[in-house]
């Protein structure tokens, strides 16, 4: 277990006789990214949500740090070090920038929530757009503010639900780079759901593919693009 900081062992999802998720496991290794594609409703988002502690496990468990989480709420296990975003950006329109990232930061119960939210705003390129409302930046800037929300604290794992909707292709590029340097200068492992394809496979250490709940394959971004399954049920011509 102490090789991974998160790993996801058996997890499955089930309403009633449908299987959103069966028997998925995954692991993140310190510093690591793991690319998760599939279709449109494969179960991706699910199955960040049943890690998160969003949604109770109908069996399986979820491991952070070494630590079994599984019986633990969404809260607690932010206070762990297991941060996510949403597909839709979560950020406070009327507030400035640094007031609400010190604000998440407070919440979270850091003890110098300025310092910490300093240094996410400049992790992110956010620290001279302080004193802007959230509203009058950018979409591309508030997307990077949604994911300063969700650094708050130091998180020692990030999952995020396609972070680059919405984003045109320089704003894309310009987040993935953000979060490649993340993963070595602030020490976090990040679990990517996206559809942007080129971001997944050109910032992933490993790619997972889901396909109706189930994991098909795993592995290098060029193994897993090369796979015949993959490239029938996903990728398609263009892989």
Do not use: C
């Not at 793991?34 to 949604?55: C, F, M, Q, W, Y």
């Not at 296990?77 to 990232?101: A, C, E, H, P, Y």
């Amino acid at each position: 277990m102490s090789n991974y900081v998160l790993q996801a062992e058996d997890v499955a999802i089930h309403y009633g006789g449908v299987k959103a998720v069966d028997g998925v496991a995954l692991t993140l290794e310190r510093g690591q990214i793991r690319g998760l594609i599939g279709p449109n409703g494969a179960g991706k988002s699910t199955v960040i949500d049943a890690i998160t502690g969003r949604r109770r496990l109908t069996r399986g468990r979820v491991h952070l740090g070494g630590e079994d989480v599984s019986e633990l709420g969404a809260v607690e296990r932010r206070k762990r070090g297991l941060s996510r975003s949403f597909q839709r950006t979560s950020i406070f329109g009327q507030m400035k920038v640094r007031q609400q990232v010190e604000l998440a930061s407070y919440k979270m119960g850091v003890a110098d929530s300025g310092a910490d939210a300093d240094a996410v705003l400049k992790e992110l390129d956010l620290y001279a757009l302080s004193n802007a409302t959230a509203e009058d930046l950018g979409y591309g800037e508030q997307r990077r503010l949604d994911l300063a929300l969700a650094l708050v604290g130091r998180p020692t794992v990030l999952l995020l639900d396609e972070p680059m909707a919405g984003l045109s292709v320089k704003e894309s590029l310009d987040l993935a780079q953000h979060l490649k340097a993340l993963t070595s200068r602030w020490d976090v492992s990040v679990l990517l759901v996206e559809h942007d394809m080129d971001v997944v496979f050109g910032i992933s250490d490993v790619v997972t593919v889901f396909e109706l709940g189930r994991v098909i394959a795993s592995g290098d971004p060029a193994t897993v693009r090369a796979d015949a399954r993959v490239r029938e049920a996903y990728l398609g011509s263009a892989a």
